[in-house]
């Protein structure tokens, strides 16, 4: 008998995705973005918002040929107030973070890139029930 090699197929050149799905009940509204500077994240955010869709996963990344940091997001059917924030350096990610604490706001979402030899934090926050106890560490 005689084995067939298996092959992997050649993926375009270019920008890469990768994502995640899971099993989900009803037919909640979701929406996905791709990776886009700020200027347009920012928008799309507020107006997924206004469609009564919350960030339940987000991603950011620096693209060195443009120096343009680029967020990527993930927004499902939710309710409760939500903040997201451009990338910024530590200090000013861990302060962000104990005021939106302060308003009953958890990190939902947490995403490092090497912004020229400094380490970026992007940040989105949710309101979300239960104890207010949360901790958080920079990258190390």
Request: proline letters at 7%; glycine letters at 12%.
């Given at each position: 008998?005689?084995?067939?090699?298996?092959?992997?197929?050649?993926?375009?050149?270019?920008?890469?995705?990768?994502?995640?799905?899971?099993?989900?009940?009803?037919?909640?509204?979701?929406?996905?973005?791709?990776?886009?500077?700020?200027?347009?994240?920012?928008p799309a955010d507020?107006?997924?918002?206004?469609?009564?869709?919350?960030?339940?996963?987000?991603?950011?990344?620096?693209d060195r040929k443009?120096?343009?940091?680029?967020?990527?997001?993930?927004?499902?059917?939710?309710?409760?107030?939500?903040?997201?924030?451009?990338?910024?350096?530590?200090?000013?990610?861990?302060?962000?973070?104990?005021?939106?604490?302060?308003?009953?706001?958890?990190?939902?979402?947490?995403?490092?890139?090497?912004?020229?030899?400094?380490?970026?934090?992007?940040?989105?926050?949710?309101?979300?029930?239960?104890?207010?106890?949360?901790?958080?560490?920079?990258?190390?």
């Amino acid at each position: 008998m005689a084995r067939v090699a298996a092959t992997t197929p050649t993926a375009p050149a270019g920008v890469r995705y990768t994502g995640v799905w899971r099993g989900g009940q009803g037919t909640g509204a979701q929406r996905v973005l791709p990776a886009q500077p700020w200027s347009e994240f920012a928008p799309a955010d507020k107006t997924c918002f206004e469609l009564g869709l919350r960030l339940a996963s987000a991603s950011a990344t620096y693209d060195r040929k443009t120096e343009t940091p680029l967020y990527a997001g993930v927004w499902r059917g939710g309710h409760g107030a939500q903040q997201a924030r451009p990338a910024m350096p530590w200090q000013q990610l861990a302060a962000q973070n104990l005021a939106y604490l302060g308003q009953g706001l958890r990190l939902v979402a947490l995403s490092i890139f090497n912004r020229n030899g400094q380490t970026a934090y992007f940040g989105a926050w949710r309101g979300e029930p239960g104890d207010v106890k949360q901790w958080l560490y920079p990258a190390m």
